[in-house]
């Protein structure tokens, strides 16, 4: 046989293969391009290796299966991603490793990933997801309603505890730490989360149920370290930076049997792999990684609202890619945040539904009546899209909306 990886004709067996579609930007017709990624990736290279046997191309060379204006799908064989030390980092390596950097693709982008369950049941997938997480806080139905504390960075632990004391008596479900606070001097981990620990048990002895998720990201050989330093003093959810610790430190926790508490997942630096529509790797593949090594929420977009830069499309996407069935594995949480406040809560939640957290940190400490009239009227922006109200006739009753609407809308 001759060695050509274009197979246009050809089905493959969608559990023998992990598929990717890619989006390519080249002077070159899309099935030369379709077919350079997928020798680059698999078994060839710039010219032909006198070592590259038939028997080797036909078991493991990726094979170009779809080849249409500037789309191409790849199937990479099953095979080239066994073995147990690989893992995510291997899987990456391949279906978005070299090609980014080949020279004749102006630009590549992969659009998503079509996972075997040979390769998804390897993982450990969420622990709790959204069941679990609802169960927590004994809201079955209902969008979770969140804040991050903000200042970023700065609080000294306790007046950082009071803000989420206060969070939690508007009627907030959620609140976490900033992608940019772990450990530093001014807030140590131990001592935030003992002192926040002891404001979300005075909330419960209250009668209002409520969690915090905390920023353990570090390195992978440090991580369960952090977890368990937070767990001891308290903790009832951690938060890990994806793409800044990377996935293996994700699927650490997610596997330490130690840890049995819900992992929240920030997508930190992910602008710089998503953003560019031409190039890099789309959200909802990010999505997908982040079920499969444990995550029980991750930030999403805001469906279109927001300061973020958004694609509404594919925020859809990657909703479903949380929500949708995968083999088995529980459904995560979509996490909306990024410049959120009241008066954009019907917009977003028309897209997103019910199964939704919704965080908001200027939204909420931006109010002028403070952080807990903040978390009210958050509260109450949520209650009024449940019931299909409009923002501005609940907000004739509910003082903190108004206030809300009165300032950013």
């Known amino acids: 046989m001759s060695i050509d990886y274009l197979a246009l004709d050809e089905e493959l067996d969608p559990e023998g293969y992990l598929i990717c579609q890619y989006t390519v930007k080249s002077d070159l017709d899309i099935e030369t391009a379709g077919k350079r990624i997928a020798e680059e990736e698999s078994t060839g290279t710039w010219t032909h290796p006198t070592t590259l046997s038939d028997e080797i191309f036909e078991r493991y060379g990726a094979k170009v299966v779809e080849a249409e204006g500037d789309r191409t799908r790849i199937g990479y064989p099953v095979i080239d991603f066994s073995g147990e030390i690989g893992e995510i980092p291997q899987i990456l390596s391949i279906i978005a490793g070299n090609l980014f950097g080949l020279d004749s693709l102006d630009g590549v982008r992969l659009v998503d990933i079509e996972l075997p369950s040979k390769i998804v049941n390897k993982y450990p997938g969420p622990q709790q997801g959204i069941e679990g997480l609802r169960g927590i806080l004994g809201r079955p139905e209902k969008p979770l309603v969140g804040t991050i504390v903000k200042p970023k960075i700065g609080l000294p632990p306790e007046e950082f505890s009071d803000y989420v004391y206060e969070a939690g008596k508007g009627g907030l479900t959620n609140s976490k730490d900033d992608e940019t606070l772990v450990d530093q001097d001014f807030c140590p981990l131990e001592e ?121 499309s594919e925020e859809l996407m990657s909703k479903e890619a949380l929500l949708g069935e995968m083999h088995g ?33 200027g939204g909420v400490s931006g109010h002028p009546d403070g952080v807990r009239a903040g978390a009210k009227a958050l509260s109450q922006a949520v209650d009024a899209a449940v019931k299909g109200i409009e923002l501005k006739e609940y907000a004739k009753e509910h003082l903190e909306l108004k206030k809300a609407l009165d300032k950013w809308m």
């Open 329 to 361: 594995l529980k459904r995560m949480m979509p996490v909306a945040s990024g410049g959120l406040h009241p008066g954009l809560i019907p917009e977003l939640m028309e897209n997103s539904g019910n199964d939704v957290q919704i965080q908001a940190g």
């Open 192 to 312: 935030r989360v003992s002192y926040v620990s002891e404001k979300l048990d005075l909330l419960e002895e209250e009668g209002h149920k409520m969690i915090h998720a905390h920023n353990i990201s570090t390195s992978v050989h440090k991580i369960l370290e952090a977890g368990d330093l937070a767990l001891e003093n308290g903790a009832r959810q951690l938060m890990v930076d994806v793409l800044t610790v990377g996935f293996s430190g994700l699927q650490a926790l997610a596997e330490d049997p130690s840890i049995k508490v819900p992992i929240h997942v920030h997508r930190a630096m992910h602008g710089a792999i998503t953003k560019n529509p031409d190039h890099g790797i789309s959200m909802p593949v990010i999505a997908k990684l982040v079920r499969m090594a444990g995550g029980d929420a991750l930030h999403t977009g805001t469906y279109g609202t927001g300061k973020m830069h958004a694609d509404i």
